[in-house]
């Protein structure tokens, strides 16, 4: 499958935007990934939780783990699309954390 192919099977569904992110992730593009995978954690809080076989949760996790620092630092230096990626990786630290939207 390509990415544009699962776009069109899998549409307005959060999990065709998490493999979406999941596949910008993996190709290095961890800017657009960060956004991406929000949206769809936004779309349905199913993709984190543990219990869900959609779940993404470790994906997630290890991506709010290493993004935090580096964001947090771009950020600090004044970039302002590092503070917009910030606020994506918070919310979804605090819904990893069990909180709501």
Known sequence: FSLADLQKRFSP???SELLKGELLLLSG???QAVVTIAQAVRGSGDLIDE???L???LLVQGLVDEGLPYY???A???NAS???LLRDLRYLQSRLAGGCE
């Open 51 to 53: 219990k869900s076989p």
């Open 82 to 84: 590092a503070r917009d």
């Open 76 to 78: 600090a230096e004044g």
């Open 29 to 31: 593009a961890r800017d």
């Open 72 to 74: 947090k630092q771009r």
């Open 55 to 57: 779940s993404r949760r």
């Open 13 to 15: 569904a959060p999990y």
